[in-house]
């Protein structure tokens, strides 16, 4: 289990979003989806933490569960020492101002209907603030996005992509929160423009000194942005630590993996070691049993399909689920 | 302005053109019934009764000799008026359930999709009929019991809208920064439904004239000597073989004006929403 102080912004303690499934009208069944599955992990105030993995991995579950956008099934979650899973309506609603969220899509990120100036004010609008006061700070936020006061009238629609996304930023920071979350607020993008937001969002974690929660499928981008990066593989949290050193010197075959199946950043490192899992993520309904990476890893011994390893310290600051990260030797080569 | 621009598209959808030229006939008649009519739509000519078209009556008169073409100007007035209170508070009734159903689920949502699939599952002329004999002959009871029945569909295509659009990201963002229930279904739910809203409430109006003239020639609604089309057909069909006219015109207008607000409900869906095309 991971240490726990008063640097932690956020907490998550076995935290689980098991979805049930009923079927059948007679003899009803009760599956569970288990999105999120017992994940521990805390994200210090100031850092970026980055949480990569594959669709369906449970990664964008994991952030929705922070600000209370879907109840926990177990475990618990919480924001600068309070319990978000029982705050009352309206300390949960002064907990979420703390808290801003950027989304994959920028188009249906903001409401069709509204002006920009209509979308990025209202947070300010909800928080009571008054007429002049919000139209100062918008005027200020606006610019610190990088967004033409020009734009302020237009509708969604009528924004390019980039724009759109340095509106929800706006959004989302116009409060002054001290968590971001970013649920892969670039891979809608196009490679220029994912360039700029990153950019963008760099200097406003140093401006602000803003703590991000940095979702992303994509490792070289997660790997420019983040300080620790956790990786996630069906519903679980199978490796965390230090980005650089995760990236040298991955403990888990599943990261492994990942990162050798990211397309190289030289020529050189074409002739690196390459990791490949056998077949395709089973269903989060029915996981195998042991370790869920099993019936792929080449690793593979009898204690792996019986036993789940649990997510366990290796050194001062990088964390793995598997029983042979210690011999694995798994480096890819960088 | 960029108006023509915008205008092009709707010039050349023939559908909606011919729609809308429909309707501003029925309206003009409307609002300038007292100019276009020769006559009151009560005042008798004995003598002249049941006169077939003529110079004095275009439209021929009736048993008891009155002016069939003022009759059928006047009653437009009664139509548009009909069709324009049953569909607002249908719509009123019908976007407000399906708004709660699809936004909050669960039980609500059983509820009041039960209550809706009732009103689907019965007639709605013979539902209609029993709240009328209840209440008592007259055109305001009329409208009352159309409207009652007939807010189904909105309910429904609003609730699946509404499921749909809660799991927006911008609806979510809104929860995130604490937006009431209620400010999320009106602020950001309802407005994305507008298109839909405006389309099915034309497409309702038809429905609802035609359902309230049918309950006036069965002799529910409007009372004579009102100018209800349903009125007319009805004091019509006794002379269906002596003075076809009586009967033939408030039809044709009835004819016109369903005929008018469905291609300009076909026409409007096809202009707010291109993809909605077949």
Known sequence: MQSRDASDLVVL????????ITKGLIRRSHRAIRAVDDVSLSIHRGETFGLVGESGSGKTTLARLIPRLTRLTGGRVSFDGRDIDTVGGSELTRIRRRMGIVFQDPASSLSPRATVRGSVIRPLQLQGAGAREAAGRLLETVELVNLGPELLERYPHQLSGGQQQRASIARAIILRPE???LDEPTSALDVSVQAQILNLLLELQREFGLTYLFITHNLSVVRYMSDRIGVMYLGKLVEVGPAAELYARPLHPYTAALLSASPPQTPRLRQRRKFALAGDPPSLIDPPAGCHLHPRCAFTRDICRQERPALRAIGLARFVACHFAEQLALQVGD | MKLPAQLRPVLRNPQFVAGVILLLVVLFSALGADMIAP???EEMDI?????????????????????????VVYGSRIALRVGLIVVTIETVIGVSLGLLAGYYGGRVDRVISFVTDLTW???PIVLALAIVTALGPSLNNVVIAIALVSWAGYSRLIRS???SLKNMPYVEAARALGESDFSIMFRYILPNTYG???VLATLSVPAAILSTTALSFLGLGSQPPAPDWGVILNEGIAYMHSAPWISIFPG???VCTALGFNLLGEGLRDLLDPRMKV
Do not use: N
């Open chain 1, 179 to 181: 968590l971001l979350i």
């Open chain 2, 161 to 163: 809208k509404a499921q």
């Open chain 1, 13 to 20: 303690d076995r935290a689980q979003k098991h979805f049930v």
């Open chain 2, 47 to 71: 003598p002249s009764s049941l006169a077939p078209p003529s110079r004095q009556y275009p439209l021929g008169t009736d048993h008891y000799g009155r002016c069939i073409f003022s009759r």
């Open chain 2, 39 to 41: 006559k009151s739509f």
């Open chain 2, 252 to 254: 044709l207008a009835l």
């Open chain 2, 121 to 123: 599952a019965l007639p």
């Open chain 2, 196 to 198: 839909l809203i405006i």
